[in-house]
Structures are given as structure tokens and as C-alpha cells.
């Protein structure tokens, strides 16, 4: 991949005694030089996280940025991600990377909420892609991607991370999240 070619990476940070989440995009090349940073909020335990990260993309306004890679489906505790719908919005593939193993977020979601609040989660959580297991360097992630194949996401993902398992658009939009979040302690 040439080393100019920019992704936008989404990252949240989340301090307990709030009521919003702190979320943050990073514009980075594939030769790891950052070119723009941008910051949003969403609520904790609502509905807006996929117009959250809709409004970052269009506050950037990078259209130059050929990815968005997230680093989370349900950031702010159960505020889910509609990849479907940000992809379509971004006019961009999405590429959604996950860290930990987990047999799924039905059981946390039936334990959080009832009602329509469950049944709208479950539906946006049940309209995710597939997730499937990626090697990154000596890391294992979980990867959904909407508007790109695997074997292009991969690629993707494999050009922006470096070392470790987590892709630089990613690492540094989640290290300004929470610069955010230390400055608002402030």
C-alpha cells in the first residue's frame, strides 16, 4: 500500500462518572503520520453512537480518507454501531475491530434492557456482519466489515498496524479520546 494513503480511524473513552462518552477520529496515513483529529460524544447507554460517528465523518470532511476502521460495535456501554448505515453515510467501507473474544452481546444486552430498548439493540446488533478472526502480528482481533471484501479488509488492516494488533488510525483516535477526556477533567 503507498504510504499516503489515509484512513480515519474511531476510538471512544469513557471516564465512569459521566453521562456521555468521549469520541474521537484520527486521520492517518499508512506511513503512520496523523493528518487530522476530530471529536464527537454520544450518550452512555443510548441510541446515538451511528450518528456520532456519521457526524465525525462529516465534521472532518476527508473524503480523501478511503477507510474507516472503528474500534468498537457497541462503544458506551450498548450504544451500537450500525456499520450498515455509517458506511452508506461515509460513502466509504467500514471495517469495525475488535480485541477480546467474547461468545457475543445478546446475553449483556437482555441483562442491561427490556423492552424496546432491547428489541432496537438487538435488532442493530443482529444486523452486524459477521465477525471472523484476524492474525495481526502476534495479536488475534475480530473483524466486521460492510463494503469491502475480507480479503481486501485484511489488507487493510495489516497495512495500518504496524506492530502489536491494534491498527494506528485506531491507537491514536483512542489515545486523543481520552486526552479529551483528561482535559474536560480539567
Known sequence: MKPGVRALGVAESYRGDRSRSTLAGAVVRADRVVDGLVFSSCAVGGTDATDAVVSLVDDLARPDARWLLLGAVAPAWYNLLDLEAIAEAADRPVVAVTFEESDGLETGLREAFDGDALA????????????????????TVYVRAVGVDPAEADEVLRAFTPEGGRPEPVRVARVAARAADAYRDD
Not at 432496537?120 to 495479536?139: K, V
Open 120 to 139: 432496537r439493540r438487538l435488532a442493530t446488533y443482529r444486523s452486524l456482519p459477521p465477525r471472523r478472526e484476524l492474525r495481526l502480528n502476534d495479536e
